[in-house]
């Protein structure tokens, strides 16, 4: 007789194993024990004597991964409706950044924020993420650029993560843009990053890795060099938002140091999606900062399709160009703005979510596999793209805990 601690039955399994599709196995069963996957499959198939201590019903409905959040600047003070306005009046993101707003305006509310301020202003945006299936998020600093406000910012992540039972990756963003105390020294700047900020965090064991915004109003692809060739002596990987606003170069950059991901990616040239091909550096799109900033200029999904680069899917949560927080409504716009398949798009916040962080045990159902599940009522998988605003979410499973069902 086998036994495990949770079986899963009653419910069409999307399991995201690879190929083009979901993997879809209708009338499956999934099996955990000690919080990981241990049998998938038909629910005909099952050995012979299978015994659960627990038997969850799925109700006909379909079975995912738990979603993942791969680029999200989640924690921070204040709020930019402002230039919301003003955008609708013709200023650019560009411009309000050249007259002290933008990501400086954050970084003015986020200094003054305590770290239990922090947390608490974080929480709601965070609970909403997981009320619609998410079980992994990824957040960046980027609004402290100092040394004590950046590890301020990654100790409330952290504790958000110990908060309410979520995997969280935190990202180390100190080259975000050019503080106002090093107005015009920008040198000065990166070799604080590199010398201090980089090092205390890899100290510390706050940072799973290093991201940077490689951008006319933000920083130089000689500057990025730099601040990746510390985060690898410090053991960190690199992520960056590249070719967002103009072609910097930035993914072919990300290539050159085996980035995990590069994030963006509108103004992206040939050369550098090729290089990213070869480097299995991820395409990271973030629809809801292109639906924001009104963007005209599209990834290119065709060339990304064509080198067969996986396409992650991310809300880009941030106060200025993305105050989202429905990862779900990013699946829709994946597919209607960037012209995704539902499967493509779904793939993006679970498996090819997961390898931009760098984690191996997630984003599929499958035996070895992290047993982070979503029930979903729903007839098939394109719906979760399909019905705007909905969440259609009745179960999650985080570890083989079970967080909620029915």
Avoid at 241 to 262: T, V
Avoid at 268 to 284: F, Q, W
Wanted: contains cysteine; proline residues 4%.
């Amino acid at each position: 007789m086998t036994e495990c601690d949770l079986l899963v039955v009653n419910a069409d399994l999307a399991t995201m194993a690879g190929g083009p599709d979901c993997g879809a196995i209708r009338d499956g069963a999934l099996a955990t024990n000690g919080g990981a996957i241990v049998w998938v499959g038909a629910r005909r198939d099952l050995p012979p004597g299978f015994k659960a201590r627990t038997e969850l019903d799925g109700k006909g409905g379909w079975l995912t991964p738990g979603l993942i959040d791969c680029h999200t600047h989640l924690v921070y003070a204040g709020n930019r409706a402002h230039e919301f306005e003003q955008r609708l009046h013709g200023a650019s993101y560009e411009d309000i950044a050249r007259e002290g707003g933008g990501i400086l305006a954050t970084v003015r509310a986020t200094r003054a924020a305590s770290e239990e301020a922090l947390i608490r202003t974080a929480a709601p945006r965070l609970g909403r993420l997981l009320d619609e299936g998410v079980t992994v998020v990824e957040i960046k600093s980027g609004y402290g650029l100092d040394l004590a406000n950046e590890l301020k910012m990654l100790r409330a992540a952290r504790r958000l993560a110990a908060s309410s039972d979520v995997h969280v990756q935190t990202t180390l963003l100190a080259a975000h843009v050019l503080p106002p105390e090093y107005s015009d020294r920008a040198a000065d700047y990166i070799a604080l990053i590199c010398e201090e900020i980089i090092p205390a965090a890899a100290r510390d064991r706050l940072a799973d890795a290093v991201d940077a915004f490689c951008e006319r109003i933000a920083f130089s692809p000689a500057d990025t060099r730099r601040v990746f060739a510390a985060a690898r002596a410090a053991g960190l990987r690199v992520k960056l938002h590249a070719d967002q606003l103009s072609d910097s170069g930035g993914a072919g950059l990300a290539a050159e140091f085996g980035a995990l991901s590069a994030d963006h990616l509108e103004h992206a040239n040939d050369i550098g999606i090729s290089a990213m091909a070869r480097a299995g550096t991820v395409a990271v799109l973030l629809p809801g900062a292109f639906y924001c900033l009104r963007e005209t200029r599209l990834p290119p999904i065709a060339h990304l399709r064509a080198h067969d680069i996986p396409m992650a899917i991310a809300t880009d949560c941030n106060p200025g160009t993305s105050p989202v927080t429905s990862l779900l409504l990013m699946l829709s716009m994946a597919c209607t703005l960037f012209r995704l398949t539902p499967d493509e798009a779904l793939a993006g916040v679970t498996r090819n979510a997961a390898r931009a962080l760098g984690l191996t045990d997630r984003g599929r159902l499958e035996s070895g596999a992290r047993a982070d599940l979503v029930l979903w009522d729903i007839g098939s998988p394109a719906e979760l793209a399909y019905a705007v605003g909905a969440n259609p979410c009745t179960g999650i499973v985080r570890g083989g805990r079970v967080a909620r069902w029915g």
